[in-house]
């Protein structure tokens, strides 16, 4: 069976912020904007520690994290089986200490990033200042896309610094305008010009062509953007209210353009029974290497253990080795868990996180391996 979404069309993401900084609302509204308008836009919530979408073609995995309560470790096993994660910070409050934590994790997890500047709408929020204390404390290049149209009571919509547009929301969705407000000309400008002075430092091409007075073309930019995210040279940084819905759409759309698909990282790194280093890349043909990161007991199917493939494939109603324990564990359902409805799979592959119904023994940080080829998955995190 062929694979519905090729592998470099995947996006895991964990989320990550402060306390209250509106990660799960965040969450909802992008969930939200995914679904189909005939789906209406108040589904039943699963509550799910993962939940998969789908955005222009590609598949999404969103991780929420809970910010204070959120233990070390806790977060740095989710940060193990993401790609990429998104760092919301409260447009009002700035950064504050859990966001320090927040980004020394994904700091550790060596992970690409992006930042949400949340809470637009508040009247003490501003986005400058929030892109100033990014650079300070964090010491990297926080390169805006785009910013905001007024703030505060009169946040109205966004200038998209690589398409270079105004996005205003209405109630049937986004609408588009090529003037640059006057209040913004300046800004914008110079915003852009650096956006572009950094994404040339990708290629050397492009820096030669700028130095001759020769912009990348949009497609470009954001292949250059791209390149320089997966390299974690700068971090793009999107505002935004996700309470009032805006920006919901731009973060969508940053996170396929910017963050990385498994095929874009590393192999997956861990040991042999007998302790021999072994390698698992991101690929169906290559033998089950999945962890496991969290359980949760799900009203309708009973408990559920949530593991990330990494390479391989596991089936429902098929065994695997829970290498980290020696056991053999039956797989009797495996689930895909979308924002309002289960979808049992015949089977899961390389990249996708799922729900695993029928482990006995599995709990979160065991991995489930292909008896024949077992490893033990090692992940360069903190805790
Ligand atoms: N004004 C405004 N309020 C927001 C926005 N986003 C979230 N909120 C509010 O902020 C509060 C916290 O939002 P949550 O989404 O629960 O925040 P969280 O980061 O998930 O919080 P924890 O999981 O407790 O760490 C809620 O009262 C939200 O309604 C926003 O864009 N603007
Ligand atoms: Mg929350």
Same mark, same amino acid.
């Not at 209250?20 to 005939?38: F, H, I, M, S």
């Not at 390479?311 to 495996?334: K, Y």
């Given at each position: ?142 390169? *805006?896309? #785009? $910013?905001?149209? +007024?703030?505060?009571?009169?946040? &109205?919509? =966004?200038?998209? !610094? %690589?398409?270079?547009? @105004? ?39 492009? *820096?030669? #062509? $700028?130095?001759? +007075?020769?912009?990348?073309?949009? &497609?470009? =930019?954001?292949? !250059? %953007?791209?390149?320089? @995210? ?41 040991? #042999? ?8 890349? &991101? ?24 593991v990330?493939l ?24 495996v689930l895909r ?8 799979l015949?089977?899961a592959?390389?990249?996708d996180v799922v729900a695993l ?27």
């Amino acid at each position: 069976m062929a694979r519905d979404i090729p592998l470099n069309r995947y996006r895991t993401i964990g989320v990550l912020a402060a306390e209250d900084a509106g990660k799960t609302t965040l969450v909802e509204r992008l969930l939200q904007a995914t679904r189909p308008a005939a789906e209406g836009t108040h589904g039943a919530s699963l509550a799910s520690p993962a939940t998969v979408c789908a955005w222009r073609g590609h598949q999404l995995t969103f991780i929420d994290t809970h910010g204070a309560w959120a233990s070390t470790e806790e977060v740095s096993r989710i940060l193990s089986v993401v790609d990429g994660v998104v760092i919301v910070i409260d447009a009002e409050a700035g950064i504050e200490d859990e966001t320090v934590r927040a980004w020394a994790l994904a700091d550790a997890a060596q992970l690409p990033r992006l930042v949400f500047v949340n809470k637009l709408d508040r009247a003490g929020a501003d986005f400058a200042g929030v892109l100033d204390q990014v650079a300070a404390r964090f010491g990297v290049r926080p390169l *805006a896309v #785009a $910013l905001p149209v +007024g703030q505060g009571a009169g946040f &109205a919509g =966004l200038y998209d !610094l %690589v398409h270079e547009r @105004v996005v205003h929301w209405t109630a049937a969705g986004e609408t588009h305008d090529p003037e640059v407000p006057s209040e913004l000309m300046r800004d914008a400008a110079q915003r852009r010009k650096a956006l572009i002075q950094a994404a040339v430092t990708q290629a050397d091409d492009a *820096a030669q #062509a $700028l130095e001759k +007075g020769v912009r990348p073309d949009e &497609a470009r =930019l954001v292949e !250059l %953007v791209r390149a320089g @995210v997966i390299a974690r040279a700068f971090v793009p940084v999107v505002p935004g209210s996700a309470f009032r819905n805006q920006g919901v759409d731009s973060l969508l759309d940053a996170m396929v353009d910017y963050l990385p698909a498994p095929t874009d990282l590393p192999a997956l790194r861990g040991r #042999a029974p007998e302790g021999a280093l072994v390698e698992r890349r &991101a690929d169906d043909a290559e033998p089950l290497a999945a962890l496991a990161f969290t359980t949760m007991v799900d009203p309708v199917m009973g408990p559920l253990t949530f593991v990330r493939l990494f390479s391989g494939s596991v089936a429902s109603g098929t065994q695997a080795l829970n290498s980290s324990r020696g056991t053999t564990e039956e797989i009797r359902r495996v689930l895909r868990m979308h924002a309002d409805r289960r979808e049992a799979l015949t089977e899961a592959r390389a990249g996708d996180v799922v729900a695993l119904q029928g482990l006995e023994a599995t709990t979160t940080g065991d991995t489930l391996a292909d008896p024949a080829q077992p490893i033990v998955i090692e992940r360069p995190i903190a805790a």
